[in-house]
């Protein structure tokens, strides 16, 4: 694990810096996440001719064939502007499984699309039960005279009805294998439920009532359920790499509060409390970035490097979750009013803790490698 950034890199990061706080500052977030509408598409395309949405696939599809740890400095950048966009769900869970996954008519027709920005796809794998454990599945697909028929629900489907391509895994009602189908959240007989979350702003329940799939709509001839296993380890990586530069971004804020906020003569940051508390946030933060960027170049080297992308996983999203707390106490009382834009990042720091199956799957997972 390099460290230190190359200058490309570098300068990679810098780009999505710049560009996140000009194109998506906090009133862009709290804006979408009380409206609960999805990001705006000329921003979404503006985000696709800079190249982040092609970074993860290969030159013949469009894409750039990028490094992981270039693809981890954006989802960094990404987590520090609060991120509002779909690029974890959509590209890094979505986009991977069809390149992985899927032939090159299927590849043609959905990825290059979505490498351009003009699709958008949302993966639908959690069902009831509170297992994301892709052989949990009991989604059914049923062979009929015209294809197959998909019967089932899904929860926390994020962004579900603005999103033009849903991959849904199910399992064939006679072979018992675990498949992928795409539908569009448009197709007769299935219905988006909006759900309410404290964490994000738009998660549906999939409803699927006798969706016809064609055979051009299944990816994947064998059971998908490894792959599916490993996009969503993958994408939970990555995300460590969000929860790290969003506990960085809310490091920052707490700083300069406590350095511009005046009590009993003096700016609260002097006071060896405070400090002992930031210090603390300092230490997580550090160790979130550390874990993170291992989790994603162990994980790029080797599949198997289960425990290096869990742990990630655990120690960035509860780093995240940590210094959002601290930064409230900081605050005080304006911390906890919305008004104050530091809940955005609190309610960031929870959806990423919750997303991929949450931290208890993944303390599950390492405690396996190290039986």
Not at 203 to 213: I, K, N, Q
């Amino acid at each position: 694990m390099e460290l230190e950034p190359t200058a490309e890199q570098r300068q990679i990061q810098d780009a999505a810096r710049r560009f996140l706080h000009a194109e998506c500052p906090p009133s862009l977030v709290r804006s979408l996440r009380e409206r609960r509408a999805p990001l705006p598409r000329e921003l979404w395309k503006r985000i696709a001719e800079l190249g982040w949405l092609g970074l993860p696939f290969d030159e013949r599809h469009g894409g750039a064939a990028a490094d992981w740890t270039t693809i981890g400095l954006v989802m960094e950048e990404l987590g520090r502007a609060c991120d509002p966009t779909p690029f974890a769900d959509c590209v890094l869970g979505c986009g991977w499984l069809i390149q992985d996954l899927g032939d090159g008519v299927q590849c043609r027709r959905w990825l290059v699309p979505l490498i351009a920005g003009e699709l958008q796809a949302a993966l639908a794998v959690f069902e009831a039960g509170g297992d994301w454990r892709a052989g949990n599945c009991v989604t059914t697909l049923t062979a009929q005279a015209s294809g197959w028929r998909l019967d089932g629900r899904k929860f926390g489907v994020e962004n579900a009805g603005s999103r033009e391509l849903l991959l849904v895994s199910c399992r064939d009602a006679a072979s018992g294998r675990l498949r992928l189908a795409a539908v569009s959240p448009q197709a007769p007989g299935v219905q988006c439920v909006a759900l309410r979350s404290l964490a994000h702003p738009d998660l549906h329940e999939l409803r699927l009532d006798g969706v016809e799939v064609t055979a051009e709509d299944l990816l994947g001839g064998e059971d998908i359920e490894a792959a599916l296993d490993a996009a969503l380890l993958r994408t939970a990586a990555f995300q460590a790499a969000a929860a790290a530069g969003g506990a960085r971004r809310v490091l920052e804020l707490a700083t300069q509060h406590v350095q511009q906020r005046v009590q009993f003569g003096r700016p609260i940051g002097s006071f060896q409390a405070v400090q002992h508390l930031l210090a603390n946030v300092w230490t997580d933060v550090e160790a979130a970035w550390l874990a993170a960027y291992e989790g994603i170049t162990e994980l790029e080297r080797s599949p198997a490097a289960i425990d290096k992308a869990c742990a990630a996983k655990c120690i960035a999203n509860e780093a995240f979750t940590r210094a959002c707390f601290s930064a409230h106490q900081v605050f005080g009382g304006m911390g906890y009013m919305w008004e104050t834009d530091l809940h955005l990042w609190t309610r960031k720091a929870k959806e990423l803790e919750l997303g991929c199956g949450g931290l208890q799957r993944h303390r599950n997972l390492l405690a396996a490698t190290l039986r």
